[in-house]
């Protein structure tokens, strides 16, 4: 049909949740591994509600390969156990812990993982379908988790849970339109960001030299502060979306970019007058895509599991703010700022270019923005533009530094310093994470090209 659907599955703070109680509690600031940081879990239901529409294979299938996963067990990627071993060294406190380890540690790369109450969890939810999960004793065992370890959502909180149907958000990037998933997600973020390049010439530049490189780190940080700004959930808030996609929107914000100097301070715009993830992208014989991500945030989230059932509580609470005039402030039963963004892109006659995703918290924009640069502007293939040395915006000190990937040019990050960057060179190892994992499909004319990141233990196949 043509058509780009998105599916929102995202969860929401428990109806007792407010600024408010956390004032009581003498709470300023939402901890990322407090239980208050859980929202409702709403990957059981997303998953169902996909296959409803656009699936043709009954759940029990569907899980079956991840339930003998679960009980038989698999053998950890390097990757994976490296960042593994440092996600329990900061939750060793989390309620029931131990059930994502071997022997009171994290799983050695290589070493076989099994997980029987995660297989218990998949095998409730493929006989009983989400009832199984939101209403039933799995439901019971994550309220009763969460209040033992010092929140407050309830079992009538998953029971009110659904996913919904959005209207995806797009703009058009030299003539490839690129979509995304709308607020509360981050997605907007990267069509800002690519609105702002489309009016610099890229082509014939050096895609790792310092002139493109400046470009990429300004147009990045006007459309990361606009979305800070702006984005939130937008049942419970305004969001200027079409304002903030506007092509005049875009050449007014474009114009505080110097080519030549970093901006010393960058805020919002007014564009009205008056942020640990899977992803994967597949593509049928029919030419049906799917770009789908699932997230528990910050690697276990809470780590905070439900006794028996195998599987640790997000925290996806932890983006809200705390300032009841933001437009993202925690309510009760809303939605927060999300970083998940699964991103699709198709031609100006409304074929299909590909899906693709960088998952990686807030730098999924950032990947988003320089992949697609890659692919439209540079004519990469999709494993060169994920083999390329990325950027990445980061916090320091109160402002936004930049860390380069290791492979960008030495005096790329010497001309970067030189029109006023802060920059952190020479990033490698399993640091290199940071730069966020992708992967991305492209429909040619004769068949599919796909690539696999290679800061990640994903692959790309075919079947």
């Not at 859980?38 to 529409?53: E, K, Q, Y």
């Amino acid at each position: 049909t043509r058509a780009v659907t998105a599916l929102n599955g995202s969860g929401r703070a428990p109806g007792r949740l407010t600024i408010d109680l956390l004032r009581q509690q003498q709470i300023t600031e939402l901890a990322p591994l407090h239980a208050h940081a859980v929202t409702v879990p709403g990957a059981c239901a997303g998953w169902f509600d996909l296959l409803a529409r656009h699936g043709t294979l009954p759940m029990a299938a569907l899980l079956a390969p991840a339930i003998e996963l679960a009980e038989a067990g698999f053998a950890v990627g390097e990757v994976t156990a490296h960042f593994w071993h440092d996600a329990l060294a900061d939750r060793a406190d989390a309620a029931n812990l131990g059930e994502l380890m071997i022997d009171g540690r994290a799983p050695r790369a290589g070493e076989r993982f099994r997980n029987p109450g995660l297989a218990r969890t998949l095998r409730a939810i493929a006989d009983g379908g989400p009832d199984a999960f939101y209403r039933g004793e799995i439901a019971a065992a994550i309220a009763r988790v969460i209040e033992d370890s010092g929140g407050v959502m309830a079992a009538s909180d998953l029971a009110a849970h659904a996913s919904t149907w959005d209207e995806p958000i797009s703009t058009t990037y030299r003539g490839v339109r690129v979509w995304e998933c709308p607020p509360n997600g981050q997605g907007i973020t990267a069509l800002i960001a690519l609105n702002l390049l489309e009016g610099f010439e890229l082509r014939g530049q050096d895609p790792l030299g310092a002139d493109r490189l400046h470009l990429v780190i300004e147009a990045l940080r006007l459309a990361v502060a606009d979305a800070r700004r702006y984005v939130a959930d937008p049942r419970a808030a305004e969001v200027p979306i079409a304002e903030l996609l506007s092509k005049d929107y875009a050449a007014r914000r474009r114009a505080l970019i110097d080519p030549g100097r970093a901006a010393e301070r960058v805020g919002h715009g007014a564009p009205i007058a008056t942020s640990d993830t899977v992803y994967f992208c597949v593509v049928d014989g029919r030419g049906n895509a799917c770009s789908f991500i699932n997230s528990n945030y910050m690697n276990f989230g809470t780590g905070i599991v439900p006794r028996g059932w195998g599987f640790a509580l997000q925290n996806r609470g932890h983006n809200f703010s705390l300032d009841p005039d933001h437009p993202n402030a925690l309510a009760p039963n809303k939605r927060p700022y999300h970083t998940i963004m699964p991103g699709m892109m198709t031609r100006d006659d409304g074929s299909l270019y590909g899906p693709f995703g960088v998952m990686g918290g807030f730098m999924q924009p950032q990947g988003h923005v320089q992949v697609a640069v890659a692919l439209i502007d540079d004519a990469a293939s999709p494993q060169a533009a994920l083999d390329r040395p990325r950027l990445r915006l980061e916090p320091v000190a109160g402002k936004l530094g930049i860390a380069l990937e290791d492979g960008i040019p030495a005096a790329a990050a010497q001309e970067l310093r030189a029109r006023g960057h802060k920059v952190y060179p020479g990033v490698t190892g399993f640091n290199r994470s940071v730069f966020g994992r992708g992967q991305v499909i492209v429909s040619e004319r004769d068949g599919l090209v796909a690539g696999s990141d290679p800061r990640a233990d994903g692959s790309a196949g075919s079947a």
